[in-house]
């Protein structure tokens, strides 16, 4: 199992840039995929981005392709998520995710952290 704890969230202007971290303990973090995902009041929780094991391989959801950039050091245990262009539409609580295996998919991620509150003004 591993412990994963997101911090860097806060309230930010639209048009403005804000970096998540998510960072691990327990088992070994190298040997995981991170995900982040986000959920808005009312809604479901959607994919955002995901990093392999190694940070060679990356996949965006759509909506954030350009803007979002997700990275990691596993010197350091810690997954990122750099937010650029923010929406007003992008206000949610963002949650990473430790999975076996890379996906879009909530259902082949075994830890959470608990998320980290994204608000996004006008």
């Known amino acids: 199992q591993v412990q994963l704890v997101e911090s860097g969230g806060g309230l930010v202007q639209a048009g403005g840039s804000l970096r998540l971290s998510c960072a691990a303990s327990?088992?070994?973090?190298?040997?995981?995929?991170m995900g982040w995902f986000r959920q808005a009041p009312r809604k479901e929780r959607q994919f955002v981005a995901v990093?392999?094991?190694?940070?060679?391989?990356?996949y965006y959801a759509d909506s954030v392709k350009g803007r979002f950039t997700i990275s990691r050091d596993n010197a350091k245990s810690t997954a990122y998520l750099q937010m650029n262009s923010l929406k007003v539409e992008e206000t949610a609580v963002y949650y990473c995710?430790?999975?076996?295996?890379?996906?879009?998919?909530?259902?082949?991620?075994?830890?959470w952290g608990q998320g980290t509150q994204v608000a996004v003004s006008s």
């Open positions: 327990g088992r070994t973090f190298s040997g995981y995929s």
């Open positions: 990093i392999s094991w190694s940070g060679g391989s990356t």
């Open positions: 995710a430790a999975g076996p295996v890379g996906s879009a998919s909530a259902d082949f991620y075994n830890d």
